[in-house]
């Protein structure tokens, strides 16, 4: 896994079950929750970033990036899907994401790493829902 957006194939992967007919409106949202779960190795090796440092992950999903030039950079790749031009808030990501009630992450023993919520499926309205601690 080089960043979290990594985690976007196997999300889509998820969401592809929706029925087209909700997407288009043809179909009712069916009222039990439509959940996609990435299984993702975990925590990452860590790896160089470009010359800046190596990114470190921690268990709950949060990382540093050393700088030499400054403090470092600390970030959470859970948070990460939820900012940018990528994000899963961002209009550019497949139509059948935004029908996601949650999206599961797991590590490779089933343990959850983070969850987020979709707070009206069909619309982008992702937020942090847990992360382990």
């Known amino acids: 896994m080089e ?14 079950k929706i029925d087209s007919g909700v997407v288009s409106d043809a179909a009712p949202l069916p009222t039990e929750a439509m959940e996609s779960t990435v299984q993702i190795n975990w925590p990452p090796r860590p790896r160089n970033t470009n010359g800046d440092g190596i990114i470190h992950y921690n268990l709950d999903g949060s ?19 939820l900012a940018g031009s990528k994000s899963l808030n961002a209009g550019r990501v497949d139509q059948k ?37």
């Open 3 to 16: 960043s979290a957006y990594d985690l976007l194939d196997g999300i889509r992967h998820g969401a592809e």
């Open 63 to 81: 990382y540093t990036i050393p700088n030499p030039r400054n403090t470092g950079y600390t970030g959470n790749f859970i948070q990460d899907l």
């Open 97 to 133: 994401i935004k029908f996601l009630s949650t999206i599961n992450i797991i590590d490779q023993n089933g343990n959850l790493i983070g969850r987020l919520r979709n707070g009206t499926p069909g619309t982008a309205a992702w937020a942090v829902d847990f992360i382990r601690r």
